[in-house]
C-alpha cells in the first residue's frame, strides 16, 4: 500500500528529484523508499545505485554534492538522508538552490521522524517542499485507520481481514506497523486456500509464534493461576527469544499497568490513550488487567523485574530458572 501521493506520481511519471519523508513511522517510509527504488528499477531494467547515510555522518553541502555524481548510463541514483531535522536552518537552506537545478539522474530522499506537521507551514524550507508535493508525512496510524490499513494490507495479499480479527491481531502483536506487516504475511501463509482471516485463525497461529507468544505472556499477568504465564514462557525459551528481550516486555507491561494505575480519578480512555501512545481499545484492555492489582503489588514486580536484569546480565544463574521464578510470582495482588 503504497502513500497517494507518491502512488499518483508513479501513475503520471513524474516522479519529483526530491523528497521529503516526515513523520515518525518509519516503517511507511521504509516501504515508500522501497517503492521509489522499484520504480526506478522499473524504468531502466536495472537497481539503481542506492546510497544512504544519515545527518550524523556527512554535511548536506556533501550529500546534495553527491547527488551530482550520477553515474551517464543505467538507472541513476537513491540517495536517501535520513534525520536532517537534525541540521540547523543555515544548512536546510541548501535545499531551495539545489531544486532550482535538481541532478537530473538522482532521486533524494530526506527524512525527518522528529519533524511534526504542525511545523511545516511556518518553516521556509518544508513549506516549500509541501507546496511542490514534496513533502510527505508519514504519523503513527490512530485507532481509526490501524484496522482499515490492516484490512486493506489484508487485501493486497489476496485475503479478507474481517474487523474482529484486525482488532485481535492489534491485541496480541501491538501497534507496531512492521510487527503487524510480518504477521499478517504468516496468517495469510497459514490461511492456505482460506479467503477469510478470522479471530480463530489468529489465535490458532498465536502457538507458532514469537510475536504471538509475547503478548499472551504479558496478557496473563492478571490471571490468578501462572500456568498460562510458564506455558508461554516456555514456548519462548524454546522458540529462541532472547531472555532479556523478554523481562524488557514484561517490564514496558507492568510500566504501563503502573500509569493506569496513576491516571487521575475521571481519565478518560482516549486522553489515556494518547498519554501511553496505544489505541483506545488496548487502553480499556490495560485498565481491565490493572483492576487485578495494587500499586504495591506492581511496584515489587517492577523490582523483581530489575533483579532478574542484574542476575542475567551478570551470568550469576540459569537465565531459565530466573524468569521462571519471576513469572510465578508476577501475578495479580
Known sequence: ????????????GQLKPLYLFFGEE?????????RLEEALREKSGEAPHKVVLSSAETGLAEFLGEARLAPLWGA??????????????????????YLKHPAPRSTVVLTAPGLKAQKMEKH????????NEMAVGFGRLREGDLLPWLAQEAK???????????????????????????ELQKLALFAGEERHLTPALVDQLATHSRTYTIFALVEALGERSSQRRLQALAQLLDLGEPPLKILTMLARQIRLLLRVKEAPPGTSAPDLARSVNLAPFL?????????AFSRRALLRHLTRLHQADLMLKTG?????????CLVLEMGPG
Open 1 to 12: 500500500m503504497t502513500h497517494p501521493l507518491i502512488a499518483r506520481h508513479l501513475e503520471r
Open 26 to 34: 518509519e516503517f511507511l517510509v521504509d516501504r515508500a523508499c522501497r
Open 76 to 97: 541513476g541514483q537513491l540517495l536517501i538522508l535520513r534525520r536532517v531535522e537534525a541540521y540547523p536552518d543555515e544548512t536546510l537552506a541548501l535545499i531551495p538552490p
Open 124 to 131: 521556509p524550507v518544508w513549506s516549500l517542499l509541501l507546496k
Open 156 to 182: 493486497a495479499l489476496g485475503k479478507a481481514l474481517s474487523p474482529a480479527a484486525a482488532q485481535r491481531l492489534v491485541e496480541v502483536v501491538g501497534q507496531n506497523l512492521g510487527d503487524l506487516s510480518q
Open 283 to 291: 487502553v480499556r484492555k490495560l485498565e481491565r488487567q490493572a483492576a
Open 316 to 324: 550469576a544463574s540459569s537465565p531459565r530458572l530466573w524468569l521462571e
